[in-house]
């Protein structure tokens, strides 16, 4: 505890380090004030009332957002898109990127072209919410706080049928999600960095406490079975942690070639220094999971408009939404499978890898440089990929299991699937972060026992 304290104490006493820490905290803070904003017309305490009552009543894709946006999509609050149609204009770009010659040439343009591409995902963000505003309004005044004049229920000052509530609130979320993505490029640029991935993590964190909560309230009497769920919570961590770090290191050495003269001759030397290729198990991150899910939702909301509640389709569509059934999960799981193996394809340039390495005088020990170090990689990483895509689909399907094992259902989510991989990568880089600035001024890094070099 000593040890830790002291660590505390020299990460406030670099300035830089604190001031930026200080920036984050502030965002943060403000993002989670918006967060219980409501809309124009909406009243919160009744929502909040309304909501308790339907705890459970949400889950699948509506559950994922909500707990990425930290409940303000149930709250209808003025930040309930979150950050997700930014996430979601950034993927559209990145695949753009590979079939998109003008979008290719400027990914190669260096610090302008980046300034570039940052500004089209801009504007896609907005054209995003422009669909999206209006398709949440719909489903919010529908289902999730669905419009009854009779109902005990009074939600809404101003009716959402009257063009008051639909106009300034169409508005308001597409300037809630430009405010939001705002903040994660300034938590980038001023705060710790990975601006837009913090955001996501601290909503999904906001709803921790309270799942753990409702798991002990659901029965106090029997402790063991809580403690049980928390060591569980423990080891899905530690597995998540194993996902997100473990590599594989191709070793790799890099040949300098000096001459040095004298007066009776002149001699070549030649230098070798070794390093090493880190090949990541789980290079696609979370976006398989994401990706799947997207397809696995889709039959189902489609199925929701075109089809009848009588109709045997949209009742097995249904099953197929219900991210708890075998049925769901075992095509889920053959998905994450399939887009893992896409994803690492098309995000790990092998064949870039292997010029870079001839261009810099590097090679692999045993393999010709060129194209063989590129057949090398891709069969490496072709090996490593399948246990990675297997624990990322275990990961994913983790949290329907340990709900069939008597585990209250919003402490579930977190024992798996997004939102944990999430949780775990983003802490994980922003320690990265902090021990670099803790390194560079002499100091031992966040997970060391706080001693400083300058006290050996």
Known sequence: MKGFIQTIKNIWSIKELKDKLLVTILLLLVYRFGSHIPLPGVDINEVNRFV????????GILGLLNSFTGGSFKRASVFALGIMPYISASIVVQLMGLAVPY???????GESGRNKVNQITRWL??????VQAPAYLTLITSQ???????SSYAIYVIPPTNFWFWFPSTIILITGTIFAMWMGEKITDKGIGNGISILIMVGILADLPKAIFNAFEVDPSNGIFFLIEMLGLILVIAMCIMIVAAVRKVPVQYVRRAQTSSSSYMRSVTDSVRSYIPLKVNAAGVMPIIFAQAIMFLPGTLANYFLDDSSSVKQFFAKMADPFTWQYNLIFGLLIIIFTYFYTAITIPVNQMAEDLKRNGGIIPGIRPGKETANFLDEILSKITLPGAILLTLLAVLPAIVKLLG????????????SMLIMVGVILDTVQQIN?????HRYDGL??????????
């Open 144 to 150: 999730i706080l669905p419009y009854d004049p009779t």
């Open 436 to 440: 670099t600035y803790l390194l560079n």
């Open 407 to 418: 585990v209250d259902q919003s402490l579930s989510m977190f024992f798996g699937g997004t």
């Open 103 to 109: 979008i290719q040439k400027l990914q190669k343009e």
């Open 447 to 456: 997970m060391s026992s706080g001693r400083t070099s300058r006290d050996i």
């Open 52 to 59: 308790a009552d339907q705890e459970n009543a949400n889950s």
């Open 125 to 130: 963000t907005i054209g995003i919410c422009l």
